[in-house]
């Protein structure tokens, strides 16, 4: 047993809450006799370090965006009667595109134009990844979660709401006219999306009595979607404006501003701040398999332990953006009065009906 | 001014017209008809007839300059060869491939193919030789299917072929008129001689004695290339047919 001296943690302080694999739990037990190695695999493993590092947390994370840039294009080729991104690993229909585009991105100059506000404009594509990041801790699959508290939803929402404050500053730093216009409509549309987003959660909270994701998860023998579909549709609409897809794409409208706030990045920091939307679309999705399609519930698979409620919610997440994907290639972008006029009225009017019902299930104790 | 109004949907048709959308896109998503030709790896099936490169062969050629007078870009010029005849030279900097060379080619000399896409490494190398056009270009041929577009109904569908197509199509010439150069008006002859020097086949004789002038044309050596008629300044010279 190695001591790790600090905080008077020891090996065995991981092991006793690993992940259970047992398809390949010889071989971790090998790995975690030997010296350092061990030590290292027991960390990873250990719940909360596991749900940081491989599933929901940076691996995952990593893997998603560069399927779902590709897929998206993809898709989005094929309706559209075109081919799409094909000759990066040709045979396998061009799929490691997104990890080409970024090491182009990674060995391009980043240039800081003269009127910029230098130290803002490098920061915040970094600092972005706070709020992108922290909601991952939060978020449960089976038993493997983060952090577990009795706020865990409204921290999460709340995390997420701060995203459109740092694009703005984006913008702001940025100092360019389509960066100003872009940052406008991102601050338009984050009115427009938040009161019923945050409605529809409230619903949910409604529904099930707590704001314990955990709870929530284990709550949903019946999944949210059916218990109040209104809501499901208020989150899904509100997660189309808050990732800005088509056909609320307006704050960054490539033809129009030419990516709106991110007018002025090039390089890896136009990398880093073009992945921010995609980013988000993946935690909100993991947010709406988790209230509505019951996370990692799921036919139980033992020989995979912990691991089969992470491939229940991988499944759940990806149905999730897929669909938010395809969105993409059958709707136009429409303009950002119209948008505002949806979701002031009918979005508003629907959410507010989403809570009566939330109401009405709560009173009914019906989960 | 005529404004126009946005056009009002009940609620249930804007819903149906949604979901309308989404089935079309669905549809397309699993099996779209998707009609891009991926060029290198296949090739658009051309017809026989398509105006590419052009190919030569000098054992036709009657070097009467029709095709370099014909050319509107003027990208054909007609190179002295060994044997005292003139054979053309493409310019494809200038080469718009109208293919008026070919249609006006009396001796089926000059003939189309499909090839379109050479590639040249400078500028030089794009005026052709008569000898280089002889024999087809060089080109790498990656090309597995040919494909073919077809209308099916109202839908433009493609249709691959598993086998190369081949770019250089059999040439049907015309069937050739035989032609031959006669003086129509001898007693106007200037006995300048130029249709003597310019004849590429040696086929005209003048003899001039005293007053006596006659212009003699061998009818076997004639090709009924047109230059004599071309130069004779008091345009007594013309192509009759037998």
Same mark, same amino acid.
């Given at each position: 047993m190695v001591d790790l001296g600090l905080l008077g943690l020891t090996m065995q302080h991981f092991i006793d809450n690993m992940v259970?694999? %047992?398809?390949?739990?010889?071989?971790?037990?090998?790995?975690?006799?030997?010296? @350092? =190695?061990?030590?290292? @695999?027991?960390? =990873?493993?250990?719940?909360?370090?596991? /749900?940081?590092?491989? #599933?929901?947390g940076l691996a995952t994370l990593m893997t998603v965006l560069l399927f779902i840039i590709w897929f998206e294009r993809k898709l989005t080729a094929r309706i559209q009667w075109r081919r799409g991104p094909l000759e990066v690993l040709r045979w396998a229909e061009g799929i490691i595109q997104a990890l080409a585009d970024g090491l182009r991105y990674f060995f391009q100059e980043v240039i800081v134009h003269r009127d910029a506000h230098r130290p803002y404009f490098l920061q915040f594509p970094i600092l972005i990844f706070i709020p992108v990041l922290l909601p991952l801790l939060f978020i449960p699959v089976g038993n493997i979660v983060g952090i577990r508290t009795p706020y865990a939803l409204p921290i999460t929402v709340a995390i997420v709401s701060l995203i459109p404050v740092f694009i703005v500053a984006i913008g702001w730093a940025s100092n360019s006219r389509f960066a100003y216009i872009g940052t406008v409509r991102e601050a338009f549309m984050y009115f427009a999306y938040e009161i019923p987003f945050i409605l529809a959660v409230v619903s949910m909270i409604l529904v099930y009595g707590?704001?314990?994701?955990?709870?929530?998860?284990?709550?949903?023998? =019946?999944?949210?979607?059916?218990? +109040? %579909?209104? $809501? /499901?549709?208020? #989150? #899904?609409?509100?997660?189309?404006?808050?990732?800005?897809?088509?056909p609320f794409e307006i704050p960054e409208a490539d033809q129009e501003i030419a990516f709106g706030p991110f007018v002025e990045y090039s390089g890896i920091m136009f990398g880093l701040v073009m992945t921010i939307a995609y980013e988000k679309m993946y935690i909100l999705s993991l947010l709406m398999s988790v209230l509505f399609l019951g996370g990692g519930n799921g036919p139980t698979i033992p020989l995979l332990g912990d691991l089969s409620a992470v491939i229940w919610m991988f499944i759940k997440t990806m149905v999730v953006m897929v669909a938010l994907s395809f969105l993409r290639s059958i709707y136009a972008r429409i303009r950002l009065d119209q948008a505002?006029?949806?979701?002031? &009225? /009918?979005m508003l009017?629907?959410?507010?009906? $989403? @809570?009566?019902?939330?109401?009405?299930? !709560?009173? $009914? +104790?019906?989960? | 001014m005529i404004k126009i109004k946005f056009p009002k949907?009940? &609620?249930?048709?804007?819903?149906?017209?949604?979901?309308? /959308?989404?089935?079309?896109?669905?549809?397309? *998503?699993?099996?779209?008809?998707?009609?891009?030709?991926?060029?290198?790896r296949e090739r658009r099936l051309l017809p026989d007839s398509f105006r590419g490169y052009v190919?030569?062969?000098?054992? +036709?050629?009657?070097?009467?300059?029709?095709?370099? #007078?014909?050319? %509107? *870009?003027?990208?054909?010029?007609?190179?002295? *060869?060994? !044997? !005292?005849?003139?054979?053309? &030279?493409?310019?494809y900097t200038k080469c718009i491939f109208c293919h008026f060379c070919v249609d006006s080619c009396p001796g089926a000399a000059l003939r189309p193919t499909k090839v379109h896409d050479v590639v040249y490494k400078n500028m030089n190398e794009m005026i052709t030789s008569t000898e280089e056009m002889v024999k087809p270009p060089k080109i790498v041929r990656e090309d597995g299917y040919t494909v073919e577009y077809v209308i099916d109904g109202v839908k433009l569908i493609l249709r691959r072929i598993k086998e190369k197509d081949n770019l250089i199509p059999e040439f049907k010439p015309h069937e050739k008129v035989k032609e031959y150069s006669a003086c129509v008006m001898p007693e106007s002859c200037l006995a300048c001689g130029i249709c003597v020097s310019s004849c590429p086949s040696e086929a005209i004789n003048l003899s001039v004695k005293e007053k006596e002038k006659e212009l003699k044309i061998d009818k076997e050596r004639c090709t009924g290339c047109g230059i004599c008629v071309k130069e004779c300044p008091v345009q007594i010279l013309s192509l009759v047919r037998e």
């Open positions: 259970s694999i %047992p398809l390949i739990q010889p071989l971790i037990d090998y790995l975690l006799g030997i010296p @350092v =190695i061990g030590f290292v @695999v027991a960390i =990873i493993l250990w719940r909360p370090m596991f /749900a940081l590092l491989i #599933f929901p707590t704001a314990d994701m955990v709870t929530i998860v284990e709550k949903q023998s =019946i999944p949210g979607i059916i218990l +109040n %579909p209104i $809501a /499901a549709l208020v #989150f #899904f609409i509100s997660t189309v404006m808050a990732t800005s897809r088509l505002l006029r949806i979701s002031w &009225t /009918a009017q629907i959410s507010l009906l $989403a @809570v009566a019902i939330g109401v009405v299930l !709560n009173l $009914a +104790n019906v989960v | 949907l009940k &609620t249930l048709d804007n819903v149906k017209l949604h979901l309308d /959308a989404l089935v079309v896109g669905a549809k397309e *998503a699993i099996k779209p008809g998707t009609i891009t030709i991926e060029y290198p190919l030569f062969s000098p054992e +036709n050629c009657i070097s009467c300059f029709q095709c370099s #007078f014909v050319c %509107p *870009a003027n990208a054909i010029g007609m190179k002295l *060869a060994a !044997n !005292n005849r003139y054979y053309p &030279t493409i310019d």
